[in-house]
Nanobody, 125 residues
Framework: QVQLGESGGGLVQAGASLRLTCVVSGRDISRTDIGWFRQAAGKEREFVAAIRWSGGSTFYRDSVKGRFTISRDNAKKTVYLQMNSLKPEDTAVYYC??????????????????WGQGTQVTVSS
């Protein structure tokens, strides 16, 4: 059974940094695309970033480009989301997700099979 666990969230001021960690158990993530999504209160879940298992290509939503970086350590079965220059609009519960099937897109939540429980990120102004 595949399980994902996020950590690293917290309450920070605008401009600060956080690094989220997603640990995957029960699966070899070297052949797994991993995505980060977020959901703010009262809003729909949205794509944040993703990293392919094949080639390690990365993808970001426009509003986080240049501020967030996704990376992976297959040996540790861990994916990271480094978030710099945080803004109040980044406040949300952040989820990591995994899938073992290749899709041409990386931003559709319904294309991911496994999800973590989420970690809260709150950015104060």
């Amino acid at each position: 059974q595949v399980q994902l666990g996020e950590s690293g969230g917290g309450l920070v001021q605008a401009g600060a940094s956080l690094r989220l960690t997603c640990v995957v158990s029960g699966r070899d993530i070297s052949r797994t695309d991993i995505g980060w999504f977020r959901q703010a209160a009262g809003k729909e879940r949205e794509f944040v970033a993703a990293i392919r298992w094949s080639g390690g290509s990365t993808f970001y939503r426009d509003s986080v480009k240049g501020r967030f970086t996704i990376s992976r350590d297959n040996a540790k079965k861990t994916v990271y989301l480094q978030m710099n220059s945080l803004k109040p609009e980044d406040t949300a519960v952040y989820y990591c997700a995994a899938r073992g099937v290749w899709y041409s897109t990386t931003y559709r939540a319904n294309e991911y099979d496994y999800w973590g429980q989420g970690t809260q990120v709150t950015v104060s102004s």
